[in-house]
């Protein structure tokens, strides 16, 4: 059963940074996405960035949203079985409850191409 956990979310001024993790169990990485997606109230739900992982650990791409490209990175450690969000110079239109997703296909941008899904994780940027 696949599982995925995200942490690392919380209250930040405008500036600022976070890192949010997305540990997973019982998923294994190989030509599919991991990626990280945002809704806000009243909002749908956005790709924000995405990793896709070749046939080869070392063969990866990224993807990131117009919106976040230079201040957010996406990074994955297969030992740990962890992905994460780096994210600076938070903006008050970066807060949104983050969710983690896993199994989708490159782009790394649409939800409906993905499995499996975690509960989410609140940022909260204030100005």
């Known amino acids: 059963q696949v599982q995925l956990v995200e942490s690392g979310g919380g209250s930040v001024q405008a500036g600022g940074s976070l890192r949010l993790s997305c540990a997973t169990s019982?998923?294994?990485?190989?030509?599919?996405?991991m990626g990280w997606f945002r809704q806000a109230p009243g909002k749908e739900r956005e790709g924000v960035a995405g990793i896709y992982t070749g046939s080869d650990s070392t063969d990866q791409s990224t993807y990131y949203a117009d919106s976040v490209k230079g201040r957010f990175t996406i990074s994955q450690d297969n030992a740990k079985n962890t992905v994460y969000l780096h994210m600076n110079t938070l903006r008050p239109e970066d807060t949104a409850m983050y969710y983690c997703?896993?199994?989708?296909?490159?782009?790394?941008?649409?939800?409906?191409?993905?499995?499996?899904w975690g509960q989410g994780t609140q940022v909260t940027v204030s100005s």
């Open positions: 019982g998923y294994t990485y190989g030509r599919n996405c």
């Open positions: 997703a896993a199994g989708g296909s490159w782009p790394c941008s649409r939800t409906s191409t993905y499995n499996y």
